[in-house]
């Protein structure tokens, strides 16, 4: 499976932007960037992901960069439930008929102060 | 509320015991996964099922022993534990074809065991 890596932990401000980065150099063609976050005591959570184009939900954004070799979650207005680890997984859109394992590595530790 | 559900959420076991962790999905999934998520490690995948069949194994020892008598459940016997076992049991689901495709995964909240 191609690698992700994150840094281990950000800290930002209560109702500021947060922009957590991920690189996947080793990225090929069919590989999809998800993003899933996991909050103190409870199992991961869905986020967002996205193949080529930038990705827009209710929860972040997500921007892809031209290559595909980075991409960046985007928390607009974080707020403290959003303190949470937050993983950057690829999944390969043809593997598993669409019941594949997620590869989970360390993730990013956000920490948001008040 | 994920709609993924798991007891009990907490068990505490001898290494002697057998007993038997139970996830249950309301969302018309076909796939369902057991993960592990030890102190200071990533999370690690164990068993995939998709549509009943076990498609993934990730070495797991055979003193985990998954069942999955339909789509809606999915259960993990434990037997003859080893204290290094103690650990967060993660469940999740997904909708899942046969042809391929990418889907979400549902977690359940996790079961945390801890083996004396």
Not at chain 1, 87 to 98: K, P, S
Not at chain 2, 12 to 25: I, P
Not at chain 2, 69 to 86: I, V
Request: glycine share 8%; hydrophobic share 30%.
């Amino acid at each position: 499976d191609a690698k992700t890596t994150q840094p281990n932990s950000m800290e930002s401000n209560e109702e500021e932007p947060v922009h957590l980065p991920c690189n996947h150099s080793t990225i090929s063609g069919t590989d999809y960037i998800h993003w899933y976050r996991q909050l103190p005591s409870q199992g991961p959570e869905y986020v967002i992901h996205g193949l080529t184009s930038n990705v827009n939900n209710r929860m972040a954004s997500l921007a892809i960069a031209e290559d595909r070799k980075s991409s960046t979650l985007i928390l607009h207005r974080a707020t403290l439930r959003d303190a949470a680890v937050y993983y950057c997984i690829l999944r390969d859109g043809f593997g598993g008929g669409g019941a594949d394992g997620l590869t989970f590595g360390k993730g990013t530790h956000l920490i948001i102060q008040p | 509320e994920t709609g993924v559900t798991q007891t009990p959420r907490h068990l505490v076991m001898g290494m002697t015991n057998k007993k038997s962790l139970k996830c249950e999905q309301h969302l018309g999934h076909n796939a369902m996964y057991w993960y592990k998520q030890s102190a200071k490690k990533p999370l690690e995948l164990m068993f995939v099922y998709n549509f009943k069949e076990q498609t993934e194994n990730n070495s797991v020892p055979s003193r985990f022993s998954p069942e999955c008598p339909n789509s809606s459940h999915l259960f993990l016997h434990l037997h003859t534990l080893q204290p290094e076992d103690s650990a967060l049991y993660l469940c999740a689901s997904s909708q899942s074809t046969l042809a391929g495709g990418v889907y979400e995964q549902y977690f359940g909240p996790g079961t945390r065991l801890t083996v004396t």
